[in-house]
């Protein structure tokens, strides 16, 4: 089975003020870890300095084929969740 590290995918303003002056390829950052438990613990930052307040996460689960998807946000009290998740 073919296995990949863990990646989230977010907006800030910085990265999309790079993209409209042509310095990036892409408005959206995006950041890998070597472990989901890096990634999760790392979330609730990453969301902070979202535009929006959302993070796309691709991963592969153990035993599994094809990619996980997550979409992460901050609800009302600052706490990181998912919203929705699947298999692309």
């Known amino acids: 089975m073919a ?6 995918s977010y907006k800030t303003d910085d990265s999309q003020m790079d993209y409209w002056n042509g310095d990036r390829t892409s408005e959206e950052l995006t950041e890998e ?6 990634l999760k613990s790392r979330m609730k930052a990453i969301l902070n300095k979202s535009q929006t307040g959302h993070a796309f996460v691709v991963r592969s689960r153990r035993g599994q084929w ?9 609800d009302d009290n600052g706490k990181a969740y998912i919203s929705v998740h699947g298999w692309s």
């Open 3 to 8: 296995r990949f590290k863990p990646q989230v």
């Open 66 to 74: 094809g990619e996980w998807f997550e979409h992460w946000y901050l």
């Open 33 to 38: 870890f070597h472990t989901y438990a890096q």
